[in-house]
């Protein structure tokens, strides 16, 4: 039984399915085995191919320059894209919208336009050492002085570092009114001060790399401050809301391939003498993978189409969290099936299966571990009651 997806909608999930059919997922074991990247040239191909489907800033408004899809149509293309390994479907973009929304004129034409364009890139800078979950403890600190601030800190897991040129920092500013208070900076990678202490390997083989990045006095005019000191915390949690849909979304697609190749293996595969789907214990992991993917898609195309609609946010913001914490960890269970499934080729790098059991596993961590989205979950339950939150 198909969702009901606008005419439209499955059209755009058709052309984007063959995209990574044909573009993406033939990189993937070369990728595996050169840090992530693709084969050269090809990556320039894949931008244009990428910009004339509309996908590059596809979360941005059209009259911005970006692709200007719904949360469906992005649910819908990030489920595709998250059927590719080795992040190569990063090559879609969706910079902020929070802070498109939020930057000034200066802001828009040094980096929010070129970003949209594709000449810029960004990446994130909020976690510390001392400070994960609990984003209220970081110890970055902004220190008003003439025309700016002063920025001191050291930040970790900085995703795409090595490919940005601009960071958006996370402090709490140190001094004046506002002590104490969060904000977010536009700070130019180049700058005076912004050092990367070290680039530590992570289980998966992308090309974007997670360093640890030091930020020693770092000069940052006053027009680099986004929208105001003390809305450092609502752009954070709207990037959350955002990202942990579209990880939802990744999954229900990283699910539905490892569906997908360890059936067509199960169906050719034989051992004692039949192929080896022919056996119960076999079939019991595809059964509960293929209802646990319907129900992980259900709930994400549902609640994109709840954000279309701009239902209650911090309902909402509570359904993400939920839709996260289900298909991250569907995605997972699946994976681990797939890889038992594909017996010893399972655990090679040159297969799907090995390359998701390793990639899956971030996705119950960043953007807020399961731990986090169920207090998330819990918080809304106790003070909305269950029927607000499942209809
Ligand atoms: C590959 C990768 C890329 C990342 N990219 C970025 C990035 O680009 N920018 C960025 O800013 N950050 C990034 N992160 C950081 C990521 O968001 C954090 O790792 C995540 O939020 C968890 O924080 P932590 O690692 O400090 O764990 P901690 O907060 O130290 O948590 C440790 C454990 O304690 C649990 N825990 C914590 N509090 C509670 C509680 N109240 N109740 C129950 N359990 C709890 C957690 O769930 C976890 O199991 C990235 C991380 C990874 C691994």
Do not use: C
């Given at each position: 039984?198909?969702?009901?997806?606008?005419?439209?909608?499955?059209?755009?999930?058709?052309?984007?399915?063959?995209?990574?059919?044909?573009?993406?997922?033939?990189?993937?074991?070369?990728?595996?085995?050169?840090?992530?990247?693709?084969?050269?040239?090809?990556?320039?191909?894949?931008?244009?191919?990428?910009?004339?489907?509309?996908?590059?800033?596809?979360n941005i408004p059209r009259d911005l320059g970006g692709g200007g899809l719904s949360f469906l149509e992005q649910a819908v293309v990030s489920e595709q894209i998250g059927r590719v390994t080795n992040g190569l479907g990063?090559?879609?973009t969706t910079p902020a919208r929070c802070i498109v929304e939020a930057a000034t004129p200066k802001q828009m034409k040094t980096w929010v336009e070129p970003t949209i364009r594709g000449d810029r890139s960004e990446c994130y800078a909020i976690?510390?050492?001392?400070?994960?979950?609990?984003?209220?403890?970081?110890?970055?600190?902004?220190?008003?002085?003439?025309?700016?601030?002063?920025?001191?800190?050291?930040?970790?897991?900085?995703?795409?570092?090595?490919?940005?040129?601009?960071?958006?920092?996370?402090?709490?500013?140190d001094g004046g009114p506002n002590d104490g208070a969060h904000a977010l900076f536009f700070i130019d990678k180049d700058s005076q001060g912004v050092d990367v202490l070290r680039t530590p390997?992570?289980?998966h083989t992308y090309s974007h790399h997670h360093p640890v990045v030091a930020f020693n006095s770092v000069k940052v005019p006053a027009e680099n401050l986004i929208g105001r000191e003390g809305q450092g915390m609502n752009f954070t949690h709207d990037w959350f809301r955002y990202e942990r849909l579209m990880i939802a979304a990744r999954c229900c697609g990283a699910a539905e391939r490892l569906i997908d190749e360890?059936?067509?293996?199960?169906?050719?595969?034989k051992a004692f003498g039949r192929p080896v789907i022919e056996n119960q214990l076999i079939q019991a992991m595809l059964a509960d993978s293929v209802?646990?993917?319907?129900?992980?898609?259900l709930m994400t195309y549902r609640l994109a189409e709840a954000h279309d609609a701009g239902e209650d946010v911090k309902l909402l913001h509570a359904q993400c969290s939920m839709a996260k914490l289900y298909a991250s960890e569907m995605a997972n269970r699946v994976a681990d099936r797939a890889v038992q499934i594909f017996g010893g080729r399972g655990y090679m790098r040159e297969n799907v299966a090995e390359r998701f059991y390793r990639e899956l596993r971030v996705d119950r961590i960043?953007?807020?571990?399961?731990?986090?989205?169920?207090?998330?979950?819990?918080?809304?339950?106790?003070?909305?009651g269950a029927g607000a939150l499942v209809g």
């Open positions: 039984m198909a969702y009901p997806l606008p005419a439209s909608v499955r059209k755009q999930q058709k052309s984007v399915r063959t995209f990574v059919d044909q573009e993406l997922i033939p990189h993937e074991i070369y990728a595996e085995m050169h840090e992530g990247e693709f084969p050269p040239g090809v990556q320039a191909r894949l931008e244009r191919q990428v910009s004339d489907l509309g996908l590059r800033a596809m990063w090559i879609v976690t510390e050492a001392e400070a994960g979950s609990d984003v209220d403890a970081i110890r970055t600190t902004a220190r008003p002085s003439s025309g700016g601030y002063f920025i001191d800190g050291e930040k970790w897991h900085v995703t795409s570092f090595n490919h940005a040129d601009h960071l958006i920092v996370q402090a709490k500013i390997a992570y289980s360890a059936s067509s293996f199960a169906k050719e595969r209802t646990e993917l319907w129900a992980a898609r960043w953007e807020g571990t399961s731990e986090i989205q169920r207090i998330i979950i819990a918080g809304q339950l106790a003070k909305r």
